[in-house]
């Protein structure tokens, strides 16, 4: 059974650096490109972030890049972002995501985590 | 990056049919065929229901379908029923900036 669990979330001010993990099991990590998807409290979906399944390609959404970075250590089947320079905008449910397919683009929430809540606040 | 267009809500009763709309442009929903939807029941992670426009994931209810024509996608939902009432989301692969992916902006479908 797929799972994927996230943590690493809490209540930071603003400017502040937060890391987020995401731990996967139930399927070969290493063979899928993850996501990171966010929900505003009563707002909808917002892609974050994609990373590749080899790191090799990386993306983000224009409201987080440069500040935001997607990692994965394939030897721990785990993923991550880094949150620094976080804004009271970034306060959200950040879900972790497994693309449906190994190596085909198109469908990135094929599986989700449960999420995990950052507050951006002082 | 601008999100899909969506209606706010949708209802239908018991047994019914209703459809969602999704509106994008000719770099998202109108250049492939990536669109995949969401439900999301409140407090809960969303569940993938339609993938690549019209195919179902194993285990989905094939009262759920979806289709596209031109920029816009749609899901329709058949015999209507209680559990179905929750928010529904599409998104699209797309290149518009970068290569990425866009959501559309949700609809609240009531079962009336």
């Known amino acids: 059974e797929v799972q994927l669990v996230e943590s690493g979330g809490g209540l930071v001010k603003p400017g502040g650096s937060l890391r987020l993990s995401c731990a996967a099991s139930?399927?070969?990590?290493?063979?899928?490109?993850m996501n990171w998807v966010r929900q505003a409290p009563g707002k909808g979906l917002e892609w974050v972030s994609s990373i590749s399944s080899s790191s090799s390609y990386i993306y983000y959404a224009d409201s987080v890049k440069g500040r935001f970075t997607i990692s994965r250590d394939n030897a721990k089947n785990s993923l991550y972002l880094q949150m620094n320079s976080l804004r009271a905008e970034d306060t959200a449910v950040y879900y972790c995501?497994?693309?449906?397919?190994?190596?085909?683009?198109?469908?990135?929430?094929?599986?989700w985590g449960q999420g995990t809540l950052v507050t951006v606040s002082s | 990056q601008s999100a899909l267009t969506q209606p706010a809500s949708v209802s239908g009763s018991p047994g019914q049919s209703i459809t969602i709309s999704c509106t994008g442009t000719s770099s998202d929903v109108g250049g492939y065929n990536y669109v995949s939807w969401y439900q999301q029941h409140p407090g809960k992670a969303p569940k993938l229901m339609i993938y690549d426009v019209s195919n179902r994931p194993s285990g989905v209810s094939n009262r759920f379908s979806g289709s596209k024509s031109g920029n816009t996608a749609s899901l329709t939902i058949s015999g209507l029923q209680a559990e179905d009432e929750a928010d529904y989301y599409c998104s699209s692969y797309t290149s518009s900036s970068t290569v990425s992916y866009v959501f559309g902006t949700g609809t609240k479908v009531t079962v009336l």
């Open positions: 139930g399927f070969t990590f290493s063979s899928y490109s």
């Open positions: 995501a497994r693309d449906l397919r190994m190596a085909a683009a198109g469908t990135l929430g094929g599986y």
